[in-house]
């Protein structure tokens, strides 16, 4: 790079999207390394919480849409949910340590995208809480089974599809009966959450994970 994200200047208007505008242009012409300086430095001009929720998954989602419309190639989408990946498992470590509540991060079987759990689970960790993450694919019965053990303060399940959840509706009620559950996600709704007994988070992971964190506080403070 001529100019790399180390010497770029606090933008004077909106940051978000001048970090958007220039990350964007690094991951679709493959630029690895500038795109891993510019997250480095989008993440320290603006904070983890803000630069994940204002910058990082709207840029995710613009890509899923430039692929769904053919504008991005199969390799091109794969490559940047990489590049982003690296990063988001880099901000992830260690956040299963700590005295916090426990939350547990999954997809349903036949779910396959797992990413937007990363910025949640960071949020999360950030607001105090231990993360145990077991991404995609994850077989509903294996997390009963592991809760009848060891119950967590909260299960998310996060699915891109109605299905995805609705064909599990039966473990994922007897799950709600061993630890609260929240469905998050394209394929999660109101109504779905209130069928199997548990919470329905809406809205981006970072903002849901706050809201999280915060209604947590609330009941603990209530209770003392």
């Known amino acids: 790079m001529s100019d790399t994200p180390a010497t770029l200047a606090a933008p004077s208007g909106d940051p978000a999207a001048l970090w958007h505008t220039t990350l964007a242009e690094a991951v679709r012409l493959l630029d690895e390394e ?5 997250l480095d430095c989008c993440l320290a001009d603006m904070g983890v919480e803000d630069a994940l929720r204002r910058v990082v998954m709207p ?19 794969h490559f940047i949910t990489q590049v982003v990946r690296a ?23 036949g779910e396959l995208h797992d990413l937007p759990l990363f910025p949640f689970g960071i949020a999360l960790h950030r607001g105090g809480w231990r993360v145990r993450f077991f991404g995609a694919h994850t077989p509903v019965h294996d997390l009963v089974a592991l809760a009848k053990v060891t119950p967590p303060d909260l299960v998310v399940l996060a699915s891109t ?21 929240a469905v998050a996600g394209a394929g999660a709704s109101w109504a779905f959450a209130d069928a199997i007994g548990g919470q329905y988070l809406d809205g981006d992971p970072v903002s849901a994970a706050i809201d999280v964190v ?9 209770a003392s």
């Open 34 to 38: 500038a795109a891993e300086e510019l």
């Open 59 to 77: 840029l995710m989602r613009e890509v899923g849409e430039d692929w769904s419309a053919g504008i991005l190639t199969v390799a091109q989408e």
């Open 87 to 109: 990063r988001l498992t880099a901000l992830s470590r260690g956040w299963s340590s700590g005295l916090g509540p426990m939350v547990w991060l999954a997809c349903p079987p």
């Open 161 to 181: 599809t109605t299905r995805g959840l609705t064909s599990r509706r039966w473990e994922l009620t007897q799950l709600a009966r061993l630890a609260p559950v």
């Open 214 to 222: 915060q209604r947590a506080r609330l009941a603990r403070s209530e």
